[in-house]
């Protein structure tokens, strides 16, 4: 099984509004990724987690706050966002965060964010 | 920090034609990773090279890492309209210091028109 899962694959939420994104994988990954996408871009990063610790967060705003409850979830809660938040929110998985040669990624198939 | 220069950003082709697309960098590598994406979906994993000079083949696509692990190339031969999408490219390094990640391409829109 090398899937991983997002819910909801869409949400509109208005400025004020509090909601999160779900994220699942059963393949004993022990890093999880939170990536966000613009139409026709490439992914770009937001944190990592590795063994259910956050190990890098690339300088994101505060009203996206990640969580990780266990190895095989990651939960991505947004509050206060903004018009410009709207993108594609992907979550991704890998054995490892390290520097082993067949750490590939895999990716769910996203969540369409869009704010109002 | 890494930066990985993919082109070309945007191909328009003809069902059956051959196509290649290139990743260059002046940082080296530990494996670098294609993926396809259709809209509105996740990136799917096609292939990862790990070892300089190596050459994976998918069907009719055939992938290449450079000998320096600094470069890669995809070719498509006898493109269908099935092969369709984005395709992005991305390198496997420290980045910024000791964070290891992913660094991409800004990728290749691709489309096979009938």
């Known amino acids: 099984d090398t899937e991983v899962t997002q819910t909801p694959k869409h949400l509109v939420m208005g400025m004020t509004n509090k909601k999160s994104l779900k994220c699942e994988q059963h393949?004993?990954?022990?890093?999880m990724y939170w990536y966000k996408q613009k139409a026709k871009k490439p992914p770009e990063l937001m944190f990592v987690?590795?063994?259910?610790?956050?190990?890098i967060n690339e300088s994101v705003p505060s009203r996206f706050s990640p969580e990780c409850p266990n190895s095989s979830l990651l939960n991505l809660h947004l509050h206060a966002l903004q018009p410009e938040d709207s993108a594609l929110y992907l979550c991704?998985?890998?054995?490892?965060?390290?520097?082993?040669?067949?750490?590939?990624?895999?990716f769910g198939p996203g969540t369409r964010l869009t704010v109002l | 920090t890494q930066l990985l220069e993919q082109s070309p950003q945007f191909l328009s082709i003809q069902e059956g034609e051959n196509l290649t697309v290139y990743c260059n960098s002046s940082?080296?590598?530990?494996?670098l990773q294609w993926y396809r994406q259709e809209p509105g979906e996740g990136p799917v994993l096609l292939v990862t090279v790990v070892t300089g000079g190596e050459v994976k083949k998918l069907k009719r696509l055939t992938f290449q890492f450079g000998d320096a692990r600094k470069d890669s190339s995809l070719h498509i031969t006898a493109a269908q309209p099935g092969d369709t999408g984005l395709y992005l490219c991305?390198?496997?390094?420290?980045?910024?210091?000791?964070?290891?990640?992913?660094?991409f391409g800004k990728g290749t829109l691709l489309t096979v028109n009938p």
């Open positions: 991305a390198g496997a390094g420290y980045s910024g210091g000791s964070n290891y990640k992913l660094t």
């Open positions: 393949m004993g990954h022990r890093a």
């Open positions: 987690y590795s063994y259910e610790k956050l190990s």
């Open positions: 940082s080296v590598f530990s494996s």
């Open positions: 991704a998985s890998s054995q490892e965060d390290g520097a082993g040669a067949y750490n590939e990624q895999f």
